[in-house]
């Protein structure tokens, strides 16, 4: 197996709590403490995506909530197209791919006419065939889709929707488990060696999106060939709202991103019986008879 340079992603989602000053602190902490290649925040239009009972509805968590209704909640956390384009802004000065997920079809236009490096789609978004459609039309930056909660036909179906319409190339799959956060036992990590097997010559790659805790399944991922790694991220796992608990924090994700690139140096072969550093090792310690 060839290993790819990792490439990982620090999901900041709506873990900004709406406010563009936690958004851009989040931004930094991701390239300059982190050393992460992307970030990526999330993209809804709101009123499009829920029915108006789902929208006016109470949280159903509502120690999470930002809104007296889910619909308040929601649109308390969004950023309009031109503060994605503030942020996107940012991430070019600070020297970090943005990138952001979208949930319907008007926010896939909003996030297009940015032309972002790739644009993210979510497991619960994944069968929403008129959006994919429209960005295979329309967009030309990559396709990133995570496969939690879908069934294995439905993403032989994914793929092949993507291939026929000579996107398959640009679409990258990411083995995933829907759960916040996800126990070890849910995983399934090993799923990864069946997309390989099933897509690598169809898709651009395979990756890896972790809800758990803690980063030694991350490593695990990227060994088994998942060279994109995703994780949810923020400055406080306390913070108020659904995704902080299963998220990293600074320290967490500089971590990650160190042990995942010192895997991929030491995934090599020896390229002679003795190397260089043991010589000097060899002449000293070596049994002599």
Request: glycine share 6%; proline share 3%.
């Amino acid at each position: 197996m060839t290993y790819k340079e990792p490439y990982i992603i620090a999901e900041i989602g709506c873990n900004h709590k709406g406010d563009m000053k936690i958004a851009k602190e989040l931004i930094y902490m991701a390239k300059i403490f982190g050393n992460a290649n992307a970030v990526k925040f999330q993209k809804r239009n709101n009123k499009e995506l829920l029915t108006e009972e789902q929208y006016n509805e109470p949280h159903p968590n509502p120690v999470n909530s930002y809104g007296s209704t889910y619909g308040e909640h929601r649109e308390f956390l969004e950023f309009d197209v031109e503060q994605h384009k503030e942020l996107m802004a940012y991430c070019n000065e600070v020297g970090i791919t943005y990138s952001t997920s979208v949930w319907d079809t008007t926010s896939a236009k909003e996030i297009a006419s940015l032309n972002p490096e790739f644009i993210k789609i979510p497991s619960a978004c994944n069968n929403h065939y008129e959006m994919l459609g429209w960005l295979c039309d329309n967009y030309k930056g990559e396709l990133h889709i995570s496969t939690g909660m879908t069934t294995k036909d439905e993403i032989s179906t994914l793929v092949d929707f993507f291939e026929e319409r000579g996107r398959g190339k640009d679409l990258v799959v990411y083995n995933c488990t829907s759960g916040y956060p996800v126990p070890f036992e849910d995983i399934c990590l090993l799923d990864i060696l069946k997309l390989k097997e099933k897509y690598d010559n169809h898709v651009k790659s395979i990756g890896f999106s972790g809800h758990h805790l803690g980063i030694a399944v991350d490593v695990a991922a990227y060994t088994l060939g998942a060279h994109i790694i995703e994780r949810h991220f923020t400055l406080d796992r306390t913070w108020k709202g659904t995704d902080h608990a299963a998220s990293l924090e600074p320290m967490g994700l500089r971590k990650l991103c160190r042990d995942v690139r010192a895997t991929h140096q030491a995934l090599t072969y020896k390229q002679k019986d003795i190397l260089d550093i043991e010589s000097v090792q060899r002449e000293k310690l070596k049994y002599k008879k």
